[in-house]
């Protein structure tokens, strides 16, 4: 059992360039989220998706992007990377009964120079 | 708008002391659910325990208890009998009832307890 599986773990970009975060995940859970977590500042909400198709953002999505074209994969591109970007990005998923805890990747540490 | 305060930010305390980690949240709603969530120095968060807005009752698990309390919109997690293991970043969250709520996270900023041996 993978659970969700992010790659890359770490990501050095320069100002400007773009790139993309992957997350799978094998445990047909519908809904699926990314979170930035910054020093101090707790986890963020940047998008999330409660099915293939359906996406809508968060607290903080401005420089984010990011479909859902299948259940199991949720990207999150950044379209061009800036300092503020640096942060530890998290990919969650979840069944979509209230019950179902989420269930976190293991995160992307990306630093933006 | 949805609000998870953890005014503490770092707790330290020596091994088989008894913590308490203090979470205060503001939400319209009337129905919703409350997390805790371990972030141990490996980075990976683990889930703890979830909590509908509905269900009052005090729930033990081990050495953890949570202490849910509508009336002062808190929703406390206390370990008993510290350990080193336990040292962590702990971060309490609310999420909204109904379809998406699991998806829609609101977390706190965290609080980090030191155990010390």
């Known amino acids: 059992n993978a659970g969700v599986t992010q790659t890359p773990k770490f990501q050095v970009l320069k100002t400007g360039q773009s790139m993309t975060l992957q997350c799978a995940q094998d445990m047909n859970h519908e809904y699926m989220s990314w979170y930035r977590q910054d020093p101090g500042m707790g986890l963020r909400l940047i998008h999330y998706?409660?099915?293939?198709?359906?996406?809508d953002q968060g607290e903080v999505p401005n420089g984010y992007n990011v479909s859902r074209s299948t259940t199991e994969d949720f990207p999150l591109r950044l379209l061009s990377a800036a300092p503020s970007q640096t942060s530890v990005y998290f990919c969650?998923?979840?069944?979509?009964?209230?019950?179902?805890?989420?269930?976190f990747g293991n995160g992307t540490r990306l630093t933006v120079t | 708008a949805q609000k998870v305060t953890q005014a503490q930010t770092e707790i330290s305390v020596v091994e088989k002391e008894d913590v308490t980690l203090d979470c205060v949240y503001e939400?319209?709603?009337?129905?919703?659910?409350l997390f805790w969530y371990k972030q141990p120095p490996s980075g990976e968060l683990v889930f703890l325990i979830r909590?509908?807005?509905?269900d009052e009752q005090n729930e033990i698990s081990g050495r953890y208890s949570w202490n849910f309390q509508k009336s002062t919109s808190s929703f406390n997690f206390t370990i008993t009998a510290s350990q080193v293991v336990d040292s962590a970043v702990y971060f309490c969250?609310?999420?909204?009832w109904g379809t998406g709520a699991n998806s829609k996270l609101t977390f706190g900023k965290g609080i980090t307890l030191s155990v010390r041996p």
């Open positions: 909590r509908n807005s509905f």
């Open positions: 998706s409660v099915g293939a198709g359906i996406t």
């Open positions: 969650a998923s979840s069944y979509e009964s209230g019950d179902s805890p989420l269930h």
């Open positions: 969250a609310l999420s909204p």
């Open positions: 939400t319209r709603d009337t129905t919703y659910y």
